[in-house]
């Protein structure tokens, strides 16, 4: 079975890794997938965030990655996807979530969402979170791949 992730990886952290590693384990294929969110300010492009996901997964060899405009269910009718995976990391989540795939549902019946639990490890961890602490040159390291933290770096101009 194929499944989707979707998210901004605005930028992929330790915790979008391990739902990706989780979902390897689990399904055939996972497609990874970069999309603008149209609320959010970016610290990488669409472009960049494609090739910080794509480094960050390389060694996982069922996981594909790609990037996207548009509605969730377009790009899953398009690629032939009838299940899409969100993570969770708190109840607030929960309740975000829980509307997107309820809209999801509505505009393509066949489309079926899974809600994977953060581990308890990386449940605090969010690419906002990330941002700031980076920003003001906080111990971010153990919080993004390597390859994310050297982009972050190099972005800040460090």
């Not at 607030?92 to 809600?115: G, M, P, V």
């Amino acid at each position: 079975m194929k499944v989707l992730y979707t998210g901004s990886f605005d930028p992929i952290t330790c915790g979008h890794l391990d739902l990706v590693k989780r979902c390897a384990n689990k399904f055939d294929e996972v497609l990874v997938t970069v999309f603008n969110n149209s609320s959010k300010k970016y610290m990488f492009s669409k472009e960049e965030r494609y090739e910080l996901v794509k480094g960050a997964v390389s060694e996982l060899k069922n996981v594909q990655v790609d990037v996207a405009e548009g509605l969730v269910v377009d790009y899953c009718r398009k690629n032939k996807i009838n299940m899409v995976v969100r993570g969770l990391r708190a109840v607030s989540d929960y309740e975000y979530e829980l509307s997107i795939s309820a809209i999801n549902r509505h505009l393509n019946s066949e489309l079926e969402t899974i809600f994977l639990v953060a581990s308890s490890e990386y449940s605090f961890i969010s690419s906002s979170m990330v941002k700031e602490v980076a920003g003001f040159n906080g111990n971010y390291k153990d919080l993004v791949p390597e390859n994310v933290f050297n982009a972050i770096e190099k972005k800040l101009g460090r």
